[in-house]
């Protein structure tokens, strides 16, 4: 009922900067939060930012300043600005968003399929 599909990411180099984006659709009532988590080989998804319906964020600390989530209710799509990369942000990066749907209108978390995000030294 509900599909995330993300865009953007590929290989750039340290100090270089990548946009992703991920766009739900479907039977879409609502969506709360949306956010980006990361996951890299060999280790736990983490975190990487959310953001809510109301345009509040979060960030995990280690890309504080570097990194910029946003979304565009109207589209129902949540996008990651990503700049001055480093090695360690190489991952899968995966976006979610808590969404409910017409037929029963209870949220659920669902995932976009990743994208992979490479940083060369």
């Known amino acids: 009922q509900v599909q995330l599909v993300e865009s953007g990411g590929g290989l750039v180099q340290a100090g270089g900067s990548l946009s992703l984006s991920c766009a739900a659709s479907g039977t879409i009532f609502g969506i709360n939060d949306m956010g980006w988590y990361r996951q890299a080989p060999g280790k736990l998804r983490n975190l990487v930012a959310t953001?809510?319906?109301?345009?509040?964020?979060n960030y995990r600390d280690d890309v504080k300043g570097r990194v910029t989530i946003s979304r565009d209710n109207a589209k129902n799509t949540v996008y990651l600005q990503m700049n001055s990369l480093k090695p360690e942000d190489t991952a899968v990066y995966y976006c979610?968003?808590?969404?409910?749907?017409?037929?029963?209108?209870?949220?659920?978390?669902?995932w976009g399929q990743g994208t992979q995000v490479t940083v060369s030294s």
């Open positions: 953001v809510s319906s109301g345009g509040t964020t």
């Open positions: 979610y968003a808590e969404v409910a749907v017409y037929s029963d209108f209870r949220f659920r978390d669902y």
